[in-house]
Each structure stands twice: as C-alpha cells, then as structure tokens.
C-alpha cells in the first residue's frame, strides 16, 4: 500500500468515527432530555413510584440538571456537523 492509500483510509476512518459520535451525541442527548423531563413532571404523572417515592423538590433540580446535560450533548453533536 502507499502513503496516499493510507492518508486516504485514516481520513475516511476519522469521518466515520465522526458521523457515529455525532449520532452517539444525538441519541444520548434526547434520551437524557427524556429523562430530565420525566424528573421535573413526574409529579403531574399517576405512577406507582410517586407513591413509593413521592416526588419533592429535589427531583425537579435534578431533572433541570439532567435536562441542561442533555441539550449539552445535543449541542455537541450539532457541533460536530
């Protein structure tokens, strides 16, 4: 193989990891989201867990943290584009 044939598969190695970080950043991120907008709402939802665990402030800080995180990652993977 030749230096160009290498230079030419490390550059498409390095895109393609790209593109799946990004998608990895993408998923990740609404995912997170998800799970911050089920922290900060889950006192609003009828669910056997409020009633073990009933929901108080600190879920909903939480679920605001979690919810910043996540739009971090998505901004993240938008970066990456």
């Known amino acids: 193989m030749s230096l160009k044939t290498n230079e030419e598969y490390e550059q498409r190695r390095t895109r393609q990891v790209s593109r799946i970080r990004g998608v990895l950043d993408y998923t990740m991120g609404i995912l997170i ?47 990456k584009k």
């Open 33 to 79: 989201i998800g799970i911050g907008l089920f922290l900060v709402f889950r006192s609003a939802i009828n669910i056997k867990l409020n009633k073990i665990y009933p929901p108080d402030v600190w879920d909903k800080v939480y679920g605001i943290l979690v919810i910043l995180y996540g739009s971090w990652r998505l901004y993240r993977g938008y970066k």
